[in-house]
């Protein structure tokens, strides 16, 4: 008995899903000025800057992975509504890639000096489960750890603080792995994200085709465990860490970001706003 794919590529897979997105999702926020009803106002004399997108703007991003794969992202809020008193903002992240489109979805606010930014369970999970539907049926999945916060101090200086909020981020999934038989075996495959602090790092320019910005940059990693085993093989672990550089400027957001893995390197640059 032969199984279709190989365990080490479904880890791989699964790797590269819905949890890796995860990442982007609440990453890709951009920033307006929290005290001043117009966003694109600028420095405004130091006033605090809220890390959200601008309302009425989209914000065109290209995601070059080192492994060859292009994709196209599209960030925006879509509805924003007063909780207590503070706007909720949900955005949407657009991505799309050979043909196929996705939705993350996620949600941003700002209190305190300090950018929220919120990604429930429905659109990385949809993601996860349409990658693993594309080798091996998912007859139970068991998540933990939703919603996942991330939280900037919107300060935006060198040693500003960059943290999460959550219990890692736990998937279990009972599989039926297709043979080259026309037969199945059944899998359970493991995975664990989760998030490490970090700070910003520096200020400094930064060019892309959006433009020259202004920039802060912000490091932190997070850490993605795996195990896959099945009834006729051994079990397999992964363990790889994922280091984050991201560039946010005032009045724009995100204008560069790049994701280092153990084999794989993601790009991300501001191509247009408009």
Not at 23 to 45: E, I, W, Y
Not at 69 to 91: E, L, N
Not at 187 to 196: A, C, D, H, V
Not at 200 to 224: D, L, M, Q, R
Request: hydrophobic residues 35%.
């Amino acid at each position: 008995m032969k199984i279709k794919i190989a365990p080490s590529l479904i880890i791989s897979r699964f790797a590269k899903s819905a949890l890796a997105l995860a990442v982007l999702a609440m990453s890709f926020t951009a920033c307006k000025d929290d005290d001043n009803p117009n966003p694109d106002g600028g420095d405004n004399g130091g006033t605090e800057k809220a890390f959200i997108p601008s309302k009425d703007k989209n914000y065109n991003y290209k995601v070059t992975d080192s492994d060859g794969t292009i994709s196209d992202m599209v960030t925006k809020i879509v509805s924003t509504k007063d909780s207590a008193g503070m706007a909720v903002h949900t955005i949407h992240n657009i991505i799309k890639e050979d043909g196929d489109e996705m939705t993350l979805v996620s949600k941003a606010y700002a209190k305190g000096g300090t950018t929220t930014n919120e990604l429930p369970y429905p659109s990385a999970m949809q993601a996860l489960v349409t990658q693993i539907n594309e080798f091996a049926f998912i007859s139970d999945i068991k998540i933990t750890g939703f919603p996942q916060y991330q939280l900037l101090e919107n300060n935006g200086k060198v040693n500003s603080a960059l943290t999460f909020k959550g219990d890692p981020i736990k998937v279990l999934l009972e599989l039926e792995i297709p043979t080259e038989d026309e037969g199945s075996i059944l899998g359970k495959l493991e995975s664990r994200l989760t998030y490490k602090n970090g700070k910003a790092v520096a200020e400094e320019s930064v060019t892309t085709p959006a433009g020259s910005f202004n920039c802060t940059k912000w490091e932190y990693s997070y850490e993605v465990y795996a195990k896959l085993e099945t009834e006729v093989t051994q079990p397999e672990i992964t363990t790889e860490t994922v280091n984050v550089t991201l560039w946010t400027a005032p009045g724009v957001g995100v204008v560069k970001s790049i994701e280092k893995g153990k084999e794989n390197t993601s790009t991300t640059e501001l191509r247009k706003v408009e």
